[in-house]
């Protein structure tokens, strides 16, 4: 197994999103969680109740940036200003590494607020990567991607996603966040073996890995984060960490959100395979379980 440099971490850990319903139980109850993920724009603000809440929860947990508004697949350049504050947090939070999204979202200064999948072109791999290599320089922090889940495929992309996602990265030299759900999601939606895509991965640089729930319809998935993860995605996983080793691994919950209890009992069962195994027979047991 290759040395990862982006498991900043350099330990496993599980996390979950921090979730304003979730506030209340967190300070007083004071889980044992191994860390937060936060969604950096609901921070990038001057002042007020959320960095109050954010330096409360920095006092007793260590937090992760996951960031939704990048685009870092659209043509124009990053905003500076968007560019500028999300520095400002991320010298705040310290995170160790900064996530978002490998797609596209905005077209002359209009965002759609989606995370809309790339045409997996040549030159859709150079633009992208110059993108990624900007903000990575920009925050002077590692960067990780994530896949996305699509629902629509272009006519002339010229190769695979998992392909698309590996060039990407090594142009750019950055990390991935490898989201397990949305490949299974993607596979549903567009017929593809979501195995050949985690045996594809480049386990050296996955620095996290999101788990989560969907919403099966007659003819597509959609990626809701509103159910418990569904055993086809924990087998995605567990040949995940048996590829990447123990990765940072975190459960979206997005919406219908339990009770904080319910959302870190499901995110806990990661640990099972998180555990390093000591004999020849747990590594039988996992392959068999991930294959
Ligand atoms: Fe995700």
């Known amino acids: 197994m290759a040395a990862n440099r982006f498991n900043a971490f350099q330990t496993h850990g599980v996390g979950i999103g921090l979730r304003i319903p ?17 969604i950096s724009e609901n ?23 996951h ?19 999300l520095k400002t947090l ?20 209009t965002y759609s607020h ?12 150079e633009k992208t990567a110059a993108r990624i290599r900007l903000v990575q320089d920009f925050l002077e922090i590692p960067v990780a991607v994530e896949n996305v889940s699509s629902y629509a495929a272009f006519t002339d992309s010229q190769m695979t996603e998992w ?4 060039e990407v990265v090594e142009r750019a030299d950055c990390g991935i966040l490898l989201d397990v759900n949305n490949i299974y999601v993607s596979s549903v939606n567009h017929d593809f073996d979501p195995i050949d895509y985690v045996n594809a991965i480049p386990a ?4 996290q890995i999101h788990i989560a729930g969907h919403t099966r319809y007659e003819k597509y998935i959609l990626d809701t984060h509103d159910h418990p993860v569904i055993e086809p995605v924990w087998q995605l996983y567990a040949r995940a960490i048996e590829r990447c080793g123990p990765t940072p691994t975190l459960l979206e919950w997005d919406d219908l959100i339990p009770t904080f209890d319910e959302v870190w009992a499901e995110a806990r069962k990661a640990e099972r395979y998180l555990k390093p195994l000591e004999t020849p027979a747990e590594h039988q047991l ?6």
């Open 114 to 125: 989606d995370l809309l999948p790339l045409p997996y072109t040549w030159e859709a791999v």
């Open 22 to 38: 979730h506030y209340d139980h967190i300070f007083s109850h004071k889980p044992a969680v191994d860390w937060f993920e936060i």
């Open 43 to 65: 921070y990038m603000v001057d002042g007020g109740r959320p960095l109050r809440m954010l330096d409360r929860i920095m006092d007793q947990y260590k937090v992760v940036q």
């Open 286 to 291: 996992l392959a068999g379980v991930a294959l």
């Open 204 to 207: 050296e640089r996955v620095a």
């Open 67 to 85: 960031g939704v508004s990048m685009y870092f697949g659209s043509s124009q350049a990053p905003d500076r200003e968007h560019l500028r504050r």
């Open 90 to 109: 991320v010298r705040r939070t310290r995170t160790p590494w900064l996530s978002d999204h490998l797609c596209w979202g905005s077209i002359d200064g």
């Open 163 to 166: 392909e698309f996602l590996n």
